[in-house]
């Protein structure tokens, strides 16, 4: 049985699927290349550094409180929305 060649990923693939799996730990053949390549990368290594600083520094706030007829405006407007088209 022979291997195949695990082709190199690139910067912008790995900026694309390290924001779309940021919390996930997923075992498969891609998160393997972006776990190499992050490896090897000091570019990409630094981004995904300050992407997790980002996102931890928003999860230390409660989300904002939206006023009380938040809900009711945004399905009128919706509703709107639909009936003109």
Not at 34 to 45: G, M, N, R
Not at 56 to 71: I, V
């Amino acid at each position: 049985m022979t291997m195949k060649k695990i082709k190199a990923i690139r910067c912008t693939e790995v900026a694309k699927y390290v924001c779309e799996n940021l919390d996930e730990q997923i075992d498969s053949p891609l998160c393997r290349k972006i776990k190499k390549h992050l490896q090897e990368c000091p570019d990409c290594a630094a981004q995904l550094r300050s992407l997790k600083n980002t996102v931890g520094l928003y999860r230390r706030y409660p989300a904002p409180a939206l006023p009380a007829d938040c809900h009711k405006n945004l399905m009128t407007a919706l509703s709107a929305i639909t009936r003109t088209r």
